[in-house]
């Protein structure tokens, strides 16, 4: 009797040190849903490339020991596409889904996903989303199994025009933009944001064009220049932003430009050496950091003769292998609640998956086009330079209280702008069960009602 108890307790702990590290070793499948045709298909394969070049990287070393595994699904940009892509993925047994181009195919997948997850218990998705920045997302959209690694539409836009503030130059303002979620947001915040910042500056126009389907962008800079605008504000990417930069170039527009995604794939060739000095970006990463970032970029570069600039995509591999190490598996329920408020160290310093809505607290940059020639930024990598931006005195005085600038911590020159809570914040999945959205059965309730929020956007001087 007391040998059977010894064998049962020995066997019992075998089993707990087995659980303990259950998931070293594991694969785990990434699916990535992401458009590798069309006009917008060059982006999602330098993307795609991206999660392939770090799954390597990140599969030699990681906390949780884990091997890491992309598996591509061209989604067209169509949200009916990414849906049938979704349900794929999960039929071959994909338990990580990542996406990031449009806005309009995220909110499609989240939907997706809550619905997947409230009826099959057991079988639970999480969704990465490394691109998509519509605000909603992480408001009154919110969703448990959604953790957004990009600076949404309203944090890059407050840092956007703090900066713009300032810039005596900037009199009237044009707001071009894809008609999709995205840029109607992008004209929103731009619209709010100058209104409080700068109430002198004169929106002399205002466009929506289709999404990745115009090739010809001339009668639009005719309209932009028949305005009068000094500057161009919008959040257009890959095709509809390159094009419209060489577009802009061709028909002799002098504006400056302000933008999400300049370094993105076909615009800093279509920029040429007419962007120096009037195109601005603001980002989470730029192309003159140190390491990793520099090593990664370099290698990327001499692989694939093309630029690694979605550099959320390492952000994304780190938290994973600290959330699996924690959790002790890779089992999503487990994963999610680890990652839900996980502090961890990225390629841009330590950063914080905020726990209320999911949404990646990180610093933001400001950097504008240079030509190599002068020796700012660095050639062949877009020409681009980390631009100085402003300091905490800038950004006190003019600031309302609802967006209280304070130092970040450990760092000099540097303000946080934060605003109140977000709208909304999620409890944990209940026990036993997996959904998300409020009232569902079985779902975690979405709590705490409140005014709008601005999240966290970090500016630091260089």
């Known amino acids: 009797m007391n040998l059977a108890y010894r064998a049962l307790a020995g066997a019992a702990l075998l089993t707990c040190a087995f659980a303990v590290h259950a998931q070293k070793g594991e694969t785990v499948k990434i699916a990535w849903i992401d458009p590798q045709t069309g006009l917008m298909g060059p982006v999602g394969n330098n993307q795609l490339r991206s999660w392939q070049f770090f799954a390597e990287k990140f599969s030699a070393?990681?906390?949780?020991?884990?091997?890491?595994?992309?598996?591509?699904?061209?989604?067209?940009?169509?949200?009916?596409?990414?849906?049938?892509?979704?349900?794929?993925?999960?039929?071959?047994?994909?338990?990580?889904?990542?996406?990031g181009n449009g806005s309009s195919v995220a909110g499609a997948l989240i939907d997706a996903v809550n619905r997947h997850n409230t009826r099959n218990p057991g079988k639970e998705v999480i969704f990465l989303n490394y691109a998509a920045v519509d605000p909603d997302f992480t408001n009154s959209k919110c969703s448990y199994w959604h953790f957004r690694f990009d600076a949404d539409t309203s944090m890059k836009m407050e840092a956007l025009t703090t900066y713009m503030k300032d810039k005596t130059d900037v009199k009237k303002v044009y707001l071009f933009n894809q008609n999709y979620s995205h840029g109607h947001q992008v004209a929103k915040f731009a619209k709010e944001n100058l209104k409080r910042k700068r109430p002198d500056i004169e929106i002399v126009g205002e466009e929506l064009h289709p999404l990745a389907q115009v090739r010809d962008f001339a009668?639009?800079?005719?309209?932009?220049?028949?305005?009068?605008?000094?500057?161009?504000?919008?959040g257009n990417w890959g095709s509809d932003l390159a094009l419209l930069v060489k577009a802009a170039n061709e028909g002799g527009y002098t504006g400056k430009f302000y933008t999400y995604y300049t370094g993105v794939t076909g615009t800093p060739t279509a920029l040429g050496t007419g962007g120096e000095g009037r195109v601005f970006q603001v980002a989470y990463n730029h192309y003159n950091m140190g390491e990793p970032m520099k090593g990664w970029m370099a290698e990327f570069k001499q692989r694939f003769n093309d630029d690694m600039y979605t550099a959320a995509i390492p952000n994304v591999y780190a938290a994973l292998g600290d959330a699996m190490a924690k959790a002790k598996s890779t089992d999503p329920v487990k994963v999610a609640a680890t990652l839900s408020g996980l502090k961890f160290t990225g390629f841009n310093g330590e950063i914080e998956m905020r726990k209320l809505d999911h949404q990646l607290q990180q610093p933001l940059y400001g950097k504008h086009r240079h030509d190599p020639g002068t020796g700012e930024g660095i050639p062949g990598l877009c020409g681009q330079h980390a631009h100085q931006l402003p300091d905490e005195a800038s950004l006190n005085g003019p600031t309302p209280a609802a967006l209280r600038a304070t130092p970040s911590r450990g760092q000099r020159g540097a303000a946080r702008i934060t605003g109140s809570p977000p709208p909304r914040r999620f409890a944990s999945p209940p026990k036993g069960g997996s959904a998300v959205r409020p009232g569902g059965a079985g779902s975690a309730a979405l709590l705490d009602g409140g005014t709008s929020s601005r999240p966290v956007a970090v500016w630091r001087k260089f």
């Open 61 to 99: 070393k990681n906390p949780a020991g884990v091997k890491f595994e992309v598996v591509g699904f061209d989604n067209k940009l169509s949200p009916a596409e990414s849906l049938t892509a979704l349900q794929a993925a999960i039929d071959q047994g994909v338990r990580y889904i990542a996406q």
């Open 219 to 234: 009668p639009y800079i005719a309209k932009i220049r028949a305005s009068g605008a000094d500057t161009v504000i919008t």
